[in-house]
């Protein structure tokens, strides 16, 4: 059987590891613990460049969290290049946020646009060599995940006609939930998504676990413990580890938005200081 090479594949061919990050409900901290990813990973040595792509096309906050609010995607002859956070270009951004005129506007497109607005994302950003993509999607299993992995790997929708892809890292995703039982039984159904669709999870994270006290870091249980790890348990996905609810985050990811740190190498420091871990 040939392979499939298509525009996505070909553009795409020049990165590592794609990393989808997923949650089943909104509000949880899917978007900042893609934004610490993304810091972490560049963190783990100089050399290393992390593309972040934004698919949640009715409400991106990667330009936001980033402190990037106010700049513009420009056309090259090879592409869309990203928006730079840094300026050895090792964190490029690509969202709707950047092409939208007014920051304000909505968004209000059927599937066939949504669809065509990721397509053009995956097959038109010059992202250059990444050793990650790491990509913020809406909450819930939408149209754009749907898309997002069509494109990324046309094997993910079962269909025993389709050719394999030529697109060789498989995508891998992180699940991030809050540990309330809501917020994990929507993940539930957000684990039973990547498994219809054969998509690897690397694991789970537990966010807003516990309060991180402002004065001394200890972590008080705010709501009930261990359900995030029982449910990882169960369910046999790896458990990443719990990030507490820390002000210190909130505080830092404004400064941030508000221009008073940039996005460099003391961001990465100093995000990564409240950044996904084990206990
Ligand atoms: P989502 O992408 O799931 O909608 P966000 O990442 O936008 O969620 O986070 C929602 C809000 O919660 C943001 O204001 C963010 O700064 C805050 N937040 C996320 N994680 C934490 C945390 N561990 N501690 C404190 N605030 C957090």
Known sequence: MSTLETPVSRRLSSVKNVIVVISGKGGVGKSSSTVQLALSLL??????????????????????????????????????????????????CMSIGFLLQDRG???????????????QFLAEVRWGDLDYLVIDTPPGTSDEHISLLTHL???FLPSP???PSHFSP??????????????????????????????PVLGFVENMSGYA????????????????????????VGYLGRVPIDT???ELLDEVVKGN???????????????IGNE
Not at 172 to 196: V, Y
Not at 221 to 234: D, I, L, N, Q, Y
Not at 264 to 275: A, H, I, L, P
Request: net charge positive.
């Open 105 to 119: 506007d909505s968004v209000v497109w059927r599937g066939p646009k949504k669809d065509g607005m990721i397509r």
């Open 248 to 250: 210190k985050l909130v």
């Open 153 to 155: 790997h046309p094997l």
């Open 213 to 236: 006290c402002p004065c001394c870091g200890e972590i008080s249980e705010v709501f009930s413990k261990g359900g995030g790890e029982k449910m990882a348990r169960e369910e046999k």
């Open 43 to 92: 963190a783990t040595s100089p050399n290393v460049r992390v593309g972040l792509l934004d698919i949640d096309l009715t409400g991106p906050s990667l330009p936001r969290m980033l402190g990037l609010d106010s700049r513009a995607v420009h056309q090259s002859s090879s592409g869309w290049v990203p928006v730079y956070a840094d300026q050895e270009r090792r964190l490029g």
């Open 261 to 275: 740190i940039p996005v460099g190498d003391d961001v990465e420091t100093r995000v990564g200081q409240v950044s």
């Open 161 to 163: 006609s389709r050719p």
């Open 170 to 199: 498989t995508p891998t995703s992180i699940l991030i939930s809050t540990p309330q039982a809501t917020a994990l039984n929507d993940t539930l159904k957000s684990l039973s998504f990547t498994r219809k669709l054969n998509l």
